[in-house]
């Protein structure tokens, strides 16, 4: 470790002991933080690779003992999880693209002075957050009404307007000096162009943090999906896809409870693990791209919160 650290440009502080030492317990205690994040889904990777017989016996490892690919084998069986992959993924472009487009419109909207409805609709979002009217009229509002059932609408359009993301745009907006829209005005811009050419590019943090809720939230979809999607959907989104894998071959385990044979070959740990990596896999290489921005907008949203 150097003995200097830069403060500012051309400017160096020579560090004491004591500097020295706090600096390295903070190293120390983040990268025993950060170990102790990844050995768990080391431990599934490993396990996921693992005979079922041996995890029985053995338990989970971060190495895998009797490498094998049964269980990734089984759910990628009959190719309907590739379909299911290319559904969740334009599922999650469009839904985030679309997700943010209209969530940082809104904050924006509802942040401004001179908009005459700004506290009622601010109001009717923010009790949309705290009460439901229950699953029932839900389902009959989605499938009667709206006549969604078996659509892929049914599962993407409720996550587009996320009241709590809306709020949080509205607080980012917040911060934003008024002075700014009106030296766009001044200058002959229109809403919309002041919008874009000026607001937008000052939210890069609000948009990478709530574009991450909405990627992630888009992924993980299974209950909307559970709801809507009846098995006459060929391919639904992975997140349920994978749930009814698993399901089945509970189904079948339980089914043949007395062959002791068949028992000793049918993965549920391992296919468990498996499926985990499977679904979380591609979402975690989304994150390095958009970390900086993404704790930065959490610290300014939790203080202005």
């Given at each position: ?179 700014i829209t009106e030296s766009g005005k001044i200058d002959g811009a229109g809403d919309m162009k002041v919008f874009i050419s000026l607001i937008l590019p000052m939210l890069k943090p609000a948009l990478a943090t709530i574009g991450l809720f909405l990627a992630i939230g888009y992924w993980n979809e299974w209950y909307q999906s ?80």
């Amino acid at each position: 470790m150097s003995d200097t650290s830069k403060v500012k440009k051309g400017v160096k502080v020579k560090l004491d002991i004591s500097d020295k030492i706090i600096r390295s317990i903070g190293y120390f205690m983040a990268g025993f933080y950060a170990i102790a994040c990844v050995i768990p889904f080391l431990l599934i990777v490993g396990t996921s690779f693992s005979s079922e017989a041996v995890v029985r016996i053995s338990g989970v490892s971060l190495i895998p003992k009797d490498f094998t690919t049964y269980a990734y084998g089984l759910i990628f069986q009959g190719g309907t999880v590739w379909g299911s992959y290319v559904v969740t993924i334009v599922m999650t472009v469009l839904g985030t693209s679309l997700g943010l487009s209209i969530i940082a419109m809104t904050g924006y909207a509802l942040q401004r002075k001179d908009f005459p409805f700004r506290n009622g609709i601010s109001f009717y979002i923010y009790f949309t957050s705290l009460f439901s009217a229950g699953l029932a009229p839900y389902y009959l509002l989605m499938t009667q009404t709206y006549h969604l059932k078996d659509s892929y609408f049914a599962v993407f359009l409720p996550l587009l307007m996320t009241p709590w993301l809306i709020i949080l745009m509205k607080n980012f907006v917040r911060d934003i000096p008024h002075e700014i829209t009106e030296s766009g005005k001044i200058d002959g811009a229109g809403d919309m162009k002041v919008f874009i050419s000026l607001i937008l590019p000052m939210l890069k943090p609000a948009l990478a943090t709530i574009g991450l809720f909405l990627a992630i939230g888009y992924w993980n979809e299974w209950y909307q999906s559970s709801l809507f999607l009846s098995s006459r959907v060929k391919y639904r989104p992975l997140q349920y896809n994978l749930y009814e894998v698993i399901n089945k071959v509970q189904m079948l385990q339980n089914s043949v409870a007395g062959s002791h044979v068949i028992l000793q070959n049918m993965p549920t740990e391992t296919l468990k693990m498996a499926t985990a990596v499977v679904s979380t896999g591609p979402i975690i290489f989304l994150y390095p791209f958009v970390q900086k921005y993404f704790i930065s907008g959490i610290t300014v949203g939790a203080v202005k919160g």
